[in-house]
C-alpha cells in the first residue's frame, strides 16, 4: 500500500509538472501586473496586436517574452527591431526581478532613464543588456549594481565623451561593444574584473592616445577591436601576453613602430588586421604561425617577405598590399591560401613556378603594381579556382601560357604595363566566365584570334598599346556582354565589321591603320558613350548617323582625312575634328581646329578639346560636359532619331500620388510628346535618362525613362510594376524622391516626378555647378543622404535597396536639401537578365563594390560603400573615376596625410572646417572597407555623421 501511495504521488506530482504551463503555473499577480503596465505604454508600436491581455491572456506567448520552463517568471524580453522610441517602460523592465537576457536593439530610443540603471543594477540574475543600434545620446551611464551582467552591448548610437570608471563596478562582465559611437579620450581601462573580460569592442569611435598597458592585464580577451578610431604610439610589446586572443583587430588608427613580433606566440590568435596605419620596419618572422588571416595593407612596412611567412597551412588570406616590401616573392605558397594581395610593392625576381603548382584553393592573386620580371610560369594552370589574377604593372616578359586557358572560373584578367611580347594564345577563348581582360600597354602582335570573340560573358577588353596587326574579326558581334572595347594604338586595318550594340563605355579603334569612309555598319549603337576614331586614315564625309547617336558625349574624329560640311552635333556631345583640314563649317569656312596631339588619344585628345571649348564656349558650358568617360554610361536605345521625333505609343498611364494639384496636371500624352524631343533630356544616368516636360498648366516635371528595357520585368508584367510603384509612391521622407506616375509603352517604361530645379549632386560637384558648394551645404547634402538612405534600409516591409547609387542619382532641391532618386531600379529591373556581367550592371564604375563582381548580389552593405564613395567626392571635390583611377583606390594611397586629400579650396575656410571635414572622412573609409562585414550600418552611418557637427 506503501508503494502503491509513493506511485500515486508521483504520478499527480508529474501530471502537474505536464499541466503546469497550461493550467497551475502561471506569472506571479506583480508580474502579470507589470506585463499588462508595459503593454500599454508599448502600444502604438508593432507589440500592440500580440501585447493584448484580451486576446492573448498569458504574457508568456506575447512577442518577444521568453519565460521559464514553467511559465512562472519571465526571464528574457527579446525586441529587436521593433520600432520602439519611448524610454518612459523602460523602468518597469526592472520590475521583473528574474530578469535574465534584455535585448532592445534596433529600436529608436534615444535615453535611458536614470531610475532604469538604478532599479535593473539591483536585478541579480540579469546577464545580458543590448541597447545597440537605437538613437541614444550622452554620455555612457554609471553602471552601479549590475553583479551578474556578463555581455553589455551599447554599440551603433550616439554616446559621446570620454569612458572613464562608468563600468569599473561590472565585476561579472564578459563581453563589452561600444563600437560606432563618438565616444573620445583615452581608450578605458577600468572594466570590472580583469579576470572576466573576454571580449572588448570599441571601433569607430574617436579614442585617441596609446594602446594602455591595462589592456594587456585582461588576460581572458578572446577578441580586441579597436579599429577606426585615432590611436597613436606602438603595440605594446607584450601583447603575447593576452595568450588566449583569437580576433585582434586595429585597422585605420595612427599606430605606428614595429609590429611586435609576440603575436606570433599567440597560438590562438586567428585573425590580425592592422591595415591602414604607419607601422613601419619588418613584417615578423614567424608571424603567420598560427594566423588564418593577415592583414597589413596601407602601412609603411619594408623589406623582404620572410621566409615560411606564406606557407603555413593555417592560413586563408593575407593582404601586404601598398607597403614598400621589397626581395624575392616567396616561391613556397601554402596551399590552403584563398586570397593572396601583394600589390602596390617593391618586390622583384620572377615569380616562381613552384608558388603556383600548390594554388588549388587560391581564389584571388593580386601582385600588381611591383617590379617582377620573368615570365608567368605555365603552371599558373593549376589554380582551378582562380576567379582573379592580377599581374598588371610589372616587368615581365614572354608569351602568355596557353595554360591560361585552363581557368574555367577566372573572371578578372589583368595583365596590362608589362613587356609581354608573342601571339594572344588561343586557349584564351576557353575562359567561359571571363568578365574582364586587360592585356593592354604590352608589345603583343599577330592577330587577334577569331576564336577569342566566343567568350559571350566579357564585359570589357582591352588590348590597345599593343603590336596587333590584321583587321577585327566578324566574329566580335556575337559578343552581346561587351560594354567597353579597347583597340587603340595598334597596327589594325581592314573593314570595321558590325560591333554588338551592347557597348556602352567607349569603342576607341585609335591609332590604327583603318582608311576610307568611316563604315555606316557602326550605326545602331544608340548606348556608346565615347567613339574615338582618331589617329587613322578616314576620308569623305562624316556621316550624317553620329549626330543622332542618342547616348554619345565624346566624339574623336581627330587626325584623319575627313572633308566636306561639318553636321551639327548635340551640344552634349564633345566633338574634336582638329586635324581634318578638308573639313568646313556650313558657312563655308575651313576647319580650324589645331592637329591634336598624338600621344594618348582619349585622354590628350579630350584635354585640347577642353582648352579650345575653354576658348570658345565658355567654362561654365564645357563643365556641363566634360564628364568622366567612365562615369556617363547611358543606355537609351529606343530614344527616336531627332528629326522624326514620335511619342512613343502608350499601353498603359497610372496616377499614384494623391496630391490633388498632381493629379489635375498630369497629362500622359503631353509628357510623351516632351519625351520625343531629344531637346528636352536634361539629365542622363547610368540607367535612366531625365526629360523636361512642361504640361498645358504650365507646372513642369521630370519624365524619367527607364533604359535597358529587356530587363525590366513590366513589359511582361504590368500588374507587378504597377504595384511596386505604388508602394514607392506612399514612401514619405523628405529626403527620397517618390514617384507620382507612370507610363508604359510598347518598348519601355517612363516615370513622372516633380521637376528639381538644381540637377544632380554630380552636376553641382563636377559639373556646370561646379564650385557652388560650401562646406555647410556639403555637410547637409551627406546627411539629408544618409538620412534617405537609412530610411529605405530600414524600411518597416524589408529593405529598398539601390540599384545603382551615385553622385548622378542624388537630385538637389535646393544646394543644402538632397533627394535620394532611382529607389525604383532594384524593385522594377531583374539584373539576371543582363547580358554583361553583374557588377557591370549594378552600379557605375567608380561606386561598385568589390565584392559584387563575385557575390552576384546587391546588398545594403554594398549600398553603404557607394554612399562612401560620394562622402569622399564631397571631400575631396574629385569624382569617383579620375584619368581612370577609382577615388577610392587614390584616397587609400594618400591616407596617411589625411588632410591632402581634402578639397582644398573647401578646408582652407577654417581650422574648425577642417576638422570636421576629417571626421567625416573617417565614416568615409569605414564605409568602403573592402570587407562588407566591416562597414557600418547606414543607420549608424548617419549618426557618425551628425556626431561630427
Avoid at 599558373?380 to 591560361?404: D, F
Amino acid at each position: 500500500m506503501g508503494g502503491y501511495g509513493y506511485i500515486s504521488s508521483f504520478f499527480f506530482v508529474s501530471l502537474c509538472f505536464w499541466f503546469c504551463p497550461m493550467v497551475l503555473c502561471k506569472l506571479s499577480q506583480n508580474q502579470n501586473n507589470t506585463m499588462i503596465s508595459l503593454s500599454r505604454l508599448l502600444n502604438g508600436t508593432d507589440l500592440t496586436d500580440s501585447w493584448n491581455i484580451a486576446t492573448n491572456p498569458n504574457p508568456c506567448h506575447w512577442k518577444g517574452v521568453a519565460c521559464d520552463q514553467t511559465n512562472s517568471s519571465v526571464i528574457k524580453f527579446l525586441l529587436y527591431r521593433h520600432s520602439i522610441s519611448s524610454s518612459e517602460f523602460l523602468t518597469l523592465l526592472c520590475q521583473i526581478e528574474s530578469l535574465q537576457h534584455l535585448d532592445l536593439s534596433g529600436n529608436s530610443i534615444s535615453s535611458i532613464p536614470d531610475d532604469f540603471i538604478t532599479d535593473c543594477g539591483k536585478v541579480a540574475g540579469l546577464k545580458l543588456l543590448n541597447f545597440s543600434s537605437n538613437n541614444i545620446w550622452g554620455p555612457l551611464p554609471t553602471f552601479r549594481g549590475f553583479d551578474g551582467l556578463e555581455s553589455l552591448d551599447m554599440s551603433f548610437n550616439h554616446f559621446s565623451g570620454k569612458v572613464d570608471s562608468e563600468l569599473a563596478e561590472l565585476a561579472s562582465l564578459k563581453s563589452l561593444n561600444l563600437s560606432f559611437n563618438s565616444f573620445d579620450g583615452p581608450l578605458p581601462t577600468k572594466l570590472g574584473n580583469s579576470a572576466n573580460l573576454e571580449q572588448l569592442e570599441l571601433s569607430n569611435n574617436h579614442f585617441v592616445g596609446k594602446i594602455p598597458a591595462e589592456i594587456l592585464s585582461y588576460t581572458n580577451l578572446t577578441v580586441l577591436d579597436l579599429r577606426t578610431n585615432n590611436i597613436s604610439g606602438s603595440i605594446p610589446g607584450n601583447i603575447g601576453d593576452l595568450s588566449r586572443l583569437e580576433t585582434l583587430i586595429l585597422s585605420s588608427n595612427q599606430l605606428g613602430g614595429e609590429v611586435p613580433s609576440a603575436l606570433s606566440n599567440i597560438k590562438t590568435l586567428v585573425r590580425f588586421a592592422a591595415n591602414q596605419n604607419e607601422f613601419s620596419g619588418s613584417v615578423p618572422s614567424g608571424i603567420t604561425r598560427f594566423l588564418r588571416n593577415l592583414d597589413l595593407s596601407y602601412n609603411k612596412l619594408s623589406g623582404p617577405i620572410p621566409a615560411g611567412l606564406l606557407s603555413q597551412l593555417n592560413l586563408l588570406s593575407v593582404d601586404l598590399s601598398s607597403n614598400s616590401l621589397s626581395g624575392p616573392l616567396p616561391a613556397d605558397i601554402s596551399s590552403s591560401i584563398v586570397w593572396l594581395r601583394l600589390g602596390g610593392n617593391s618586390l622583384n625576381g620572377t615569380i616562381s613556378p613552384k608558388a603556383f603548382a600548390t594554388g588549388q584553393n587560391l581564389m584571388y592573386v593580386e601582385l600588381e603594381a611591383n617590379n617582377l620580371t620573368g615570365q608567368i610560369p605555365s603552371e599558373v594552370g593549376s589554380c582551378q579556382n582562380l576567379a582573379l589574377l592580377n599581374l598588371a604593372q610589372n616587368q615581365l616578359s614572354g608569351e602568355l601560357p596557353a595554360e591560361l586557358g585552363k581557368l574555367k572560373n577566372l573572371q578578372v584578367l589583368q595583365l596590362q604595363g608589362n613587356k609581354l611580347s608573342g601571339q594572344i594564345p588561343t586557349q584564351v577563348s576557353q575562359l567561359k566566365k571571363l568578365l574582364t581582360l586587360n592585356l593592354s600597354d604590352n608589345s603583343l602582335n599577330g592577330t587577334i584570334p577569331q576564336a577569342m570573340f566566343n567568350l559571350v560573358t566579357l564585359s570589357k577588353l582591352y588590348l590597345q598599346q599593343n603590336k596587333l596587326s590584321g583587321s577585327i574579326p566578324t566574329s566580335i558581334i556575337g559578343m552581346e556582354s561587351l560594354i567597353e572595347l579597347q583597340l587603340g594604338e595598334n597596327q589594325l586595318s581592314g573593314s570595321i565589321p558590325k560591333m554588338p550594340v551592347s557597348l556602352q563605355i567607349a569603342l576607341n579603334l585609335s591609332r590604327n591603320l583603318f582608311a576610307g569612309p568611316i563604315p555606316s555598319i557602326l550605326d545602331g549603337l544608340n548606348n556608346l558613350e565615347i567613339l574615338d576614331l582618331s589617329n587613322n586614315k578616314f576620308d569623305g564625309k562624316i556621316p550624317d548617323f553620329l549626330t543622332s547617336m542618342p547616348a554619345l558625349t565624346q566624339l574623336q574624329l581627330s587626325n584623319n582625312s575627313l572633308s566636306g560640311v561639318i553636321p551639327d552635333f548635340n551640344s552634349h556631345v564633345k566633338v574634336d575634328l582638329g586635324g581634318n583640314n578638308g573639313l568646313v563649317n556650313k558657312t563655308g569656312t575651313p576647319n580650324t581646329s589645331p592637329r591634336s596631339p598624338k600621344g594618348s588619344p582619349v585622354v590628350m585628345a579630350v584635354l585640347v578639346a577642353i582648352a579650345a571649348a575653354v576658348f570658345l564656349v565658355g567654362l561654365v558650358t564645357v563643365l556641363a560636359v566634360l564628364i568622366s568617360r567612365r562615369l556617363y554610361k547611358v543606355n537609351d536605345e529606343h530614344l527616336q532619331p531627332y528629326e522624326d521625333p514620335q511619342p512613343p505609343q502608350v499601353i498603359q498611364g497610372n496616377l499614384l500620388t494623391p496630391n490633388g494639384i498632381h493629379r489635375s496636371n498630369i497629362d500622359f500624352s503631353k509628357a510623351m510628346k516632351d519625351v520625343a524631343e531629344t531637346s528636352n533630356v536634361t539629365l542622363k544616368t547610368r540607367f535612366s535618362t531625365y526629360y523636361k516636360t512642361i504640361m498645358p498648366s504650365g507646372s513642369i516635371y521630370f519624365v524619367k525613362k527607364l533604359n535597358w528595357s529587356e530587363k525590366l520585368f513590366p513589359l511582361g508584367s504590368h500588374d507587378k510594376f504597377g504595384k511596386e510603384l505604388e508602394v514607392l509612391a506612399k514612401l514619405n521622407n523628405s529626403n527620397v524622391m517618390t514617384p507620382l506616375a507612370y507610363v508604359l509603352s510598347t518598348d519601355s517604361a517612363y516615370i513622372l516626378y516633380e521637376f528639381i530645379s538644381n540637377g544632380s549632386l554630380y552636376d553641382a560637384l563636377h559639373g556646370s555647378l561646379r564650385n557652388s558648394l560650401d562646406w555647410a551645404s556639403r555637410y547637409s547634402i551627406a546627411v539629408g543622404a544618409a538620412q534617405g538612405l537609412s530610411f529605405l534600409h530600414g524600411f518597416t516591409s524589408g529593405p529598398i535597396l539601390l540599384l545603382d547609387l551615385s553622385s548622378k542619382s542624388i537630385m538637389l532641391k535646393s544646394l543644402k536639401e538632397p533627394l535620394v532618386g532611382d529607389i525604383e531600379l532594384y524593385k522594377v529591373t531583374d539584373p539576371s537578365k543582363s547580358t554583361g556581367s553583374f557588377s557591370a550592371v549594378a552600379g557605375s564604375v567608380g561606386y561598385i563594390p568589390p565584392e559584387y563582381a563575385y557575390t552576384m548580389r546587391v546588398t545594403m552593405a554594398g549600398n553603404v560603400y557607394s554612399f562612401g564613395v560620394i562622402l569622399l567626392e564631397l571631400l575631396t571635390g574629385k569624382p569617383a573615376v579620375t584619368d581612370g583611377t577609382e577615388l577610392v583606390k587614390w584616397v587609400m594611397r594618400n591616407s596617411v596625410k589625411q588632410e591632402h586629400i581634402l578639397d582644398f579650396s573647401v578646408s582652407k575656410t577654417s581650422q574648425a572646417v577642417k576638422t570636421q571635414m576629417l571626421a567625416i572622412l573617417q565614416v568615409a573609409l569605414a564605409c568602403v572597407s573592402s570587407s562588407p562585414e566591416a562597414r557600418p550600418k547606414m543607420k549608424s552611418v548617419l549618426r557618425m555623421l551628425l556626431n561630427a557637427r
